[in-house]
Nanobody
Framework: VQLQASGGGLVRAGGSLRLSCTASGRTFDNWAVGWFRQAPGKEREFVVSLSFSGSVALYAESVKGRFTISRDNAANTVYLQMNSLKPEDTAVYYC??????????????????WGQGTQVTVSS
């Protein structure tokens, strides 16, 4: 399984970015997906997960109402639209594929494949 994350960058507080995660090697349209982030000196933190159908999403409280996850199964791609960004959103963002195709787990240990990460920096 290979995951490729992209779309990070430098943005001012209040701005927006859209991250993409393209998958190969696993039946993407039949598997849940998650986004996590990791700031320097901190543990990897759950952001959002999405069911394989795209009908169920679980958001961290810190991003609820600002971030939106979606997927295009035909393109094997998951998107994370991030609006109203804050300096505390600064981190490397990782997309992950869980061990169970049904899992919306908030625990990074339940994911066995990760993309390489994409840096998001929000300036104040």
């Amino acid at each position: 399984v290979q995951l490729q994350a992209s779309g990070g960058g430098l943005v001012r507080a209040g701005g927006s970015l859209r991250l993409s995660c393209t998958a190969s090697g696993r039946t993407f349209d039949n598997w849940a997906v998650g986004w996590f982030r990791q700031a320097p000196g901190k543990e990897r933190e759950f952001v959002v997960s999405l069911s394989f159908s795209g009908s169920v999403a679980l958001y961290a409280e810190s991003v609820k109402g600002r971030f939106t996850i979606s997927r295009d199964n035909a393109a094997n791609t998951v998107y994370l639209q991030m609006n109203s960004l804050k300096p505390e959103d600064t981190a490397v963002y990782y997309c992950g594929s869980p061990r169970s195709r049904y899992s919306l787990s908030q625990n990074s240990y339940d994911y066995d494949y990760w993309g390489q990460g994409t840096q998001v920096t929000v300036s104040s």
